[in-house]
């Protein structure tokens, strides 16, 4: 079994910073090695991955959408895959939602299959 649980959304302005934290836990965490993935969805839009960090953080990807403004990281002291989220715009907000699971891709991105939180809102105004 494994639990993911979201923290750290909120309401900023434009060109605000938000961090966003997932905490995956339970035996499977303990026993396999788990890959972490961030979505987003906001409404009338489809899902959308966001980032992801494959087990070992030896690999990790981000969406076209967010690069040079979102950073995934691995935080021992909190045990959670942290999303940093700078210059947002309005567009990205929506409810982030965080997925873990032991069967992944090439890019570190869970299988959608796995485990998910029940999501945090992120609202940027302009």
């Known amino acids: 079994q494994l639990q993911v649980a979201e923290s750290g959304g909120g309401s900023v302005q434009s060109g605000g910073s938000l961090r966003l934290s997932c905490e995956a836990s339970?035996?499977?965490?303990?026993?396999?090695?788990?890959?972490v993935g961030w979505s987003r969805q906001a409404p009338g839009r489809e899902r959308e991955v966001v980032s992801c960090?494959?087990?070992?953080?030896?690999?990790?990807y981000v969406a076209d959408s967010v690069k040079g403004r979102f950073t995934i990281s691995r935080n021992n002291l909190k045990n959670t895959i942290d999303l940093q989220m700078n210059s947002l715009k309005p567009e990205d907000s929506g409810l982030y939602s965080c997925?873990?699971?032991?069967?992944?891709?090439?890019?570190?991105?869970?299988?959608?299959?796995?485990?998910w939180g029940m999501g945090t809102r992120v609202t940027v105004s302009s």
């Open positions: 339970g035996p499977t965490v303990d026993q396999y090695p788990v890959a």
């Open positions: 997925t873990a699971n032991i069967a992944y891709n090439l890019s570190g991105c869970p299988r959608e299959s796995g485990y």
């Open positions: 960090l494959g087990p070992g953080d030896v690999s990790f």
